[in-house]
């Protein structure tokens, strides 16, 4: 199993509606999770951070979080086509120290 | 958040060479990664760099292909040796801590001929 997995898409939506991307992870003690949005040919910029149960809202963006079901996901509202990118899910895994590790990335398609 | 330099942004290396990818920080950290985007894929971390100890490589990568270096708490190098073909990738820098983000380089985007 993957560390952290997520549909790669690519997932279509039409301008204005609600884009929802999901994720799962394996390590059950993980505590911090993030959301980061990349253009072709950019390096990964963060979006949200969530660390706790429940939902974190920003904008037009809203992470939620069920550490129960290893479950993190991400809704878009008034989705733009300039949200046209890949998205990415991310969990700091204990090590000890720590590392970061990513998702596949979901491809996301906003039609104008 | 800290501003991350890499350099050279990027290259095209003959194979068998070899290329050394500099980060610059803005700032002292304890932390820095380097991690591979292969084409069309997502990151792969290849390594953690400490200031004054070796790197921590990841399953899959080796200090003879990626030799890292962390001189002081401001700047890495990441060395890809030996290069072919399936090295061709964006190599990224990134600092964050265990509660905080990544946050990353522009990235070098490296093509072996």
């Known amino acids: 199993q993957k560390e952290v997995e997520q549909n790669s898409g690519p997932l279509s939506v039409p301008e204005g509606a609600i884009a929802s991307l999901n994720c799962t992870y394996s390590?059950?003690?993980?505590?911090?999770f993030f959301w980061y949005r990349q253009y072709s040919g950019k390096s990964p910029e963060l979006i949200m951070s969530?660390?706790?149960?429940g939902d974190k809202e920003d904008g037009r963006f809203t992470a939620q979080l069920n550490k129960a079901s290893q479950y993190v996901s991400l809704l878009i509202r008034d989705s733009q086509p300039s949200d046209s990118a890949t998205y990415l899910c991310?969990?700091?895994?204990?090590?000890?120290?720590?590392?970061?590790?990513f998702g596949a990335g979901t491809r996301l398609f906003v039609k104008a | 958040s800290a501003v991350i330099s890499q350099k050279p942004s990027r290259d095209i290396c003959q194979r068998g060479t070899s290329l050394t990818i500099q980060c610059q920080v803005d700032s002292q950290v304890t932390m820095m990664f380097w991690y591979r985007q292969q084409p069309g894929q997502s990151l792969t971390l290849i390594a953690t760099a400490n200031q004054g100890s070796e790197a921590t490589y990841e399953s899959g990568f080796v200090i003879d292909k990626f030799p890292i270096s962390r001189p002081n708490l401001t700047f890495s190098t990441l060395t890809v040796s030996n290069m072919s073909p399936e090295d061709s990738s964006i190599y990224l820098c990134?600092?964050?801590?265990?509660?905080?983000?990544?946050?990353f380089g522009d990235g070098t985007r490296l093509s072996i001929l």
């Open positions: 990134s600092v964050g801590t265990a509660n905080q983000p990544q946050h």
């Open positions: 969530i660390y706790s149960n």
């Open positions: 991310a969990v700091n895994l204990d090590t000890g120290g720590f590392k970061t590790i």
């Open positions: 390590d059950r003690v993980s505590q911090s």
